[in-house]
């Protein structure tokens, strides 16, 4: 490092190794603008969101997709979704780099895992290589963007709310998961936004677009879920019947599973049985192994059924469970119509907004009623 040899396994986005020495950097003539433009941009104070949206709209490749048809990337695991980033965009910015210079080091292993080291473990080395960008656009670019990240800490934040509806809100029309974003108010707490990303980030108009407050997705949510709660218990008995319903179900399978048992016992007797009359010559060799096999062929049938019966043992056991914690739910509800966080995980597998503001639903307690593999807890039953 400090002959100003490059030691990265990959040459860094703009560049390519040199054949001939894999510690040399040369420059991709087919990269090299793409990342001249970027800090161009960024010098016309271009925002972030906007860098990133351009790259897409142009169909450039994202550099892991491009390093992937050289073939320097061949793990799965380092490909992303193909289209630039926030993050990468960042990371081609904050890179000394393309100014012609090495600076390595910044991280050390620590046992056997890369840890961010200090500033006096940097090790730079000028002018190891051509250069992209000039020191001086480096420079500006590294000052606009402190600047604009002082000015953003400079403006006292309110913490943010916890958000709810983590991981369970999606664009109907592309799939994406819709973004949380916050409206500060001078008065009055602030507003908070769902909206879809993909038209500011892939590309405008790429998607029919989402938008929703947070308080509008809260009061549908919680409508919806009242009332498909009271559907699914009124559907099911009053507690206290499907707790006696469930003893009786339980005797019965109890009674079932005993007798099953007596009679594997009482043929592994007559199994023993049979071989002493085998051995005092009452049976034949054949009429004693045909016999032998019939009885354990019996045997096996008997504890399938066993087993079978334990099964419905845990499935009574299971369901009842799931129907007191879902009248609890449902009470908890409409006493006093807090959704949380804690109750939309337990409830919802999936919540979908389309363009025109219609909220799709995918509950996770659908399947006890309408599943066929549980047999749900209805009065029919
Ligand atoms: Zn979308």
Not at 151 to 163: G, I, L
Not at 184 to 201: A, I
Not at 350 to 377: L, M, W, Y
């Amino acid at each position: 490092m400090k002959d100003g040899d490059y030691i990265g396994a990959r040459a860094p986005y703009g560049y390519r190794k040199d054949p001939d020495n894999c510690h040399k950097l040369l420059i991709d003539e087919d990269t090299a603008p793409v990342v001249r433009q970027i800090f161009e941009w960024a010098h016309g104070h271009v925002a972030l969101n906007r860098i990133v949206r351009n790259l897409n709209e142009m169909g450039i490749t994202a550099p892991s997709h491009y390093k992937k048809s050289t073939g320097e990337i061949t793990s799965p695991g380092l490909i992303g979704s193909g289209k630039w980033q926030t993050r990468t965009v960042m990371k081609i910015l904050e890179s000394e780099v393309y100014t012609g210079d090495l600076v390595q080091g910044k991280t050390k292993i620590v046992d056997h895992q890369q840890v961010k080291a200090g500033e006096d473990n940097l090790i730079i080395a000028r002018r190891t290589h051509e250069p992209i960008i000039s020191y001086e656009l480096f420079t500006a670019v590294q000052e606009y963007r402190k600047q604009i990240c002082e000015e953003s800490r400079a403006v006292p934040k309110r913490p943010y709310t916890p958000n709810i509806f983590k991981g369970k809100v999606f664009c109907a029309d592309c799939g994406r998961s819709l973004h949380r974003q916050r409206a500060e108010r001078k008065k009055g707490p602030d507003v908070y936004w769902f909206h879809c990303l993909t038209n500011s980030r892939v590309a405008k108009d790429s998607c029919k677009g989402v938008m929703m407050q947070e308080t509008e997705l809260i009061a549908t949510v919680t409508a919806i879920l009242e009332k498909e709660l009271s559907v699914a218990l009124g559907m099911s008995l009053p507690l206290f019947q499907l707790e006696a319903k469930q003893k009786k179900d339980k005797d019965r399978l109890k009674t079932q599973m005993s007798a099953r048992r007596q009679e594997t016992e009482k043929k592994r007797r007559l199994i023993r049985g049979l071989y002493e009359n085998f051995v005092q010559g009452i049976l034949t060799n054949e009429e004693y192994f045909e016999l032998k096999a019939d009885y354990e062929e019996s045997i096996r049938t008997l504890s399938g059924e066993i087993e079978a019966l334990e099964k419905d043992m845990d499935a009574l056991d299971s369901r009842l469970v799931r129907c007191r914690s879902m009248e609890k739910d449902a009470k908890s509800l409409t006493q006093d119509h807090a959704l949380t966080a804690e109750l939309i995980d337990r409830l919802i597998e999936r919540i979908e907004i389309d363009h025109e503001r219609n909220i799709h639903v995918t509950f996770r307690f659908k399947s006890e009623f309408q599943g066929k593999a549980v047999e749900p807890c209805t009065k029919n039953m």
